[in-house]
């Protein structure tokens, strides 16, 4: 399997207009991105979720995202991230096996740059090379998360 999927240099535009151009890399996780990619995670959920979610909530989620959840879907299923210059900005979870989409998260400093979108991009492509025609989303409700 290759490492390093892609780089996607691109010229986008913030929210307010401005131009940027970013050079991301997106590969495959490995078990030495999963102290990194656990912050990701949490850091997306307490961020970009707290006016959807009760404080309560967020800190049921994010008690239960130990770096070690993350090295059983770098065995098991396809977990990529984008990443800008060794910093982590998202990442991606695939279940070829599934067929599920099981996760994307980006890093809230990140957000409005197209990471999302060129992770579910990479993800929907790797699902077809798979032979995946069809992906589907799951979510939990509020009151699920279990510590």
């Not at 299923?77 to 096996?97: S, T």
């Not at 979108?117 to 509020?142: F, M, T, Y």
Request: hydrophobic share 35%; charged share 30%.
């Amino acid at each position: 399997m290759i490492d390093t999927l892609e780089a996607c240099p691109a010229v986008g535009r913030f929210s307010d207009g401005a131009l940027y151009e970013k050079i991301m890399k997106i590969r495959l996780g490995t078990i030495s991105d999963t102290k990194k990619i656990s912050q990701t995670h949490k850091d997306s959920i307490q961020k970009l979720c707290k006016d959807h979610y009760s404080s309560e909530n967020i800190e049921k989620w994010t008690s239960i995202l130990d770096p070690k959840i993350y090295e059983n879907a770098i065995k098991e299923k396809i977990l990529i991230v984008a990443e800008e210059e060794n910093e982590i900005l998202g990442f991606g979870i695939l279940d070829v096996y599934n067929s599920e989409l099981c996760a994307i998260y980006v890093d809230p400093e990140h957000t409005k740059k197209g990471v999302a979108a060129d992770l579910l991009h990479k993800l929907e492509s790797l699902a077809l090379e798979k032979n995946v025609v069809l992906l589907q989303i799951s979510w939990r409700k509020p009151d699920r998360f279990s510590g």
